[in-house]
């Protein structure tokens, strides 16, 4: 995957450089802004795909936020092949870490709020770079919801609607993904009330996505859900979605498990880095 934006923007060929064949030096990419970095390995593989050595600087790194003007990435090698990595690197590690940012500053929201609550993405994600921006959402503490179509049974509210009239559309949706996979993958169900959570509960859902419930409806909901399962001895997770903003995590979280936003991947914010150039090396036997 990596390899093929470095095909997309340099495989034609890069016309500066001309200027610098045969020479060597060495560079260092920086912070600009206090960040929470991800796509260090994603940015170390892009620069030594062109036949750079690239050294991580560990200060930069750990639990607590990156400063502005911090060193991340010492490189040395040919002087092409680090000009041709340079941008990709750096939109890769931005994108990345302003994810890993917003998961980061989520994830401690929530759990201030209300101890064991997680926060996890979507699959509101960039095709082509989605496993990168689950992966920045799991640098910066959050759940990385569903990698792909094959890792949830998850029915939403079209299937609902696809599945017509007749019995309970839940009930349905639920005995029909068990009678073909048996009970070796989870299933969440969406639902936007206490009549359809409480059929969810009773097919068996694993997980209930109370989409689009009002805070001051999910405390109800969620005791009534929760206390249905202990009846049956069915152990559920609840999730909360739908348009939740960082500001209102804590009016969600002490009633749900989780709490799913689309909002840390489609409005994180990009977080700036910038590559400078620190003069030629000297090649060592």
């Given at each position: 995957m990596l390899r093929s934006y470095i095909w997309a923007d340099s495989g034609a060929g890069d016309l500066t450089s001309v200027l610098f064949d045969g020479e060597v030096g060495s560079a260092v990419v920086i912070s600009e802004e206090e960040c929470f970095i991800s796509g260090i390995e994603e940015a170390r593989f892009i620069f030594e795909e062109e036949g750079c050595t690239v050294q991580t600087v560990p200060e930069a790194?750990?639990?607590?936020?990156?400063?502005p003007g911090s060193e991340v990435l010492l490189v040395s090698g040919p002087v092409t092949g680090m000009l041709r990595a340079e941008r990709i690197s750096l939109n890769i590690l931005s994108r990345m870490s302003g994810i890993a940012t917003i998961a980061s500053r989520a994830s401690r929201i929530a759990a201030e709020a209300s101890t064991g609550t997680r926060v996890a993405g979507t699959r509101k994600t960039t095709?082509?770079?989605?496993m990168f921006e689950k992966r920045a959402l799991i640098d910066g503490g959050a759940l990385s919801h569903r990698k792909d179509l094959s890792s949830l049974a998850m029915i939403k509210d079209n299937h609902l609607s696809a599945i017509g009239d007749g019995p309970d559309p839940v009930v349905t949706g639920v005995k029909r993904i068990r009678e073909r996979f048996g009970p070796y993958i989870p299933i969440e169900v969406e639902v936007e009330?206490?009549?359809?959570?409480?059929?969810?509960?009773?097919?068996?859902?694993?997980?209930?996505?109370?989409?689009?419930?009002?805070?001051?409806?999910?405390?109800?909901?969620?005791?009534?859900?929760?206390?249905?399962?202990?009846?049956?001895?069915?152990?559920?997770?609840?999730?909360?979605?739908?348009?939740?903003?960082?500001?209102?995590?804590?009016?969600?979280?002490?009633?749900?498990?989780?709490?799913?936003?689309?909002?840390?991947?489609?409005?994180?914010?990009?977080?700036?880095?910038?590559m400078e150039y620190r003069g030629e090396i000297e090649l060592v036997d």
């Amino acid at each position: 995957m990596l390899r093929s934006y470095i095909w997309a923007d340099s495989g034609a060929g890069d016309l500066t450089s001309v200027l610098f064949d045969g020479e060597v030096g060495s560079a260092v990419v920086i912070s600009e802004e206090e960040c929470f970095i991800s796509g260090i390995e994603e940015a170390r593989f892009i620069f030594e795909e062109e036949g750079c050595t690239v050294q991580t600087v560990p200060e930069a790194f750990g639990d607590t936020l990156c400063s502005p003007g911090s060193e991340v990435l010492l490189v040395s090698g040919p002087v092409t092949g680090m000009l041709r990595a340079e941008r990709i690197s750096l939109n890769i590690l931005s994108r990345m870490s302003g994810i890993a940012t917003i998961a980061s500053r989520a994830s401690r929201i929530a759990a201030e709020a209300s101890t064991g609550t997680r926060v996890a993405g979507t699959r509101k994600t960039t095709p082509g770079f989605s496993m990168f921006e689950k992966r920045a959402l799991i640098d910066g503490g959050a759940l990385s919801h569903r990698k792909d179509l094959s890792s949830l049974a998850m029915i939403k509210d079209n299937h609902l609607s696809a599945i017509g009239d007749g019995p309970d559309p839940v009930v349905t949706g639920v005995k029909r993904i068990r009678e073909r996979f048996g009970p070796y993958i989870p299933i969440e169900v969406e639902v936007e009330d206490m009549v359809s959570g409480l059929a969810a509960v009773e097919a068996g859902a694993d997980i209930i996505m109370l989409d689009n419930v009002p805070p001051e409806d999910l405390e109800r909901i969620s005791k009534g859900l929760r206390k249905r399962g202990l009846e049956i001895g069915s152990k559920i997770t609840l999730e909360a979605s739908g348009g939740i903003t960082l500001d209102r995590i804590p009016e969600y979280a002490p009633y749900v498990d989780i709490i799913s936003m689309g909002v840390l991947t489609y409005g994180a914010t990009h977080k700036g880095f910038k590559m400078e150039y620190r003069g030629e090396i000297e090649l060592v036997d």
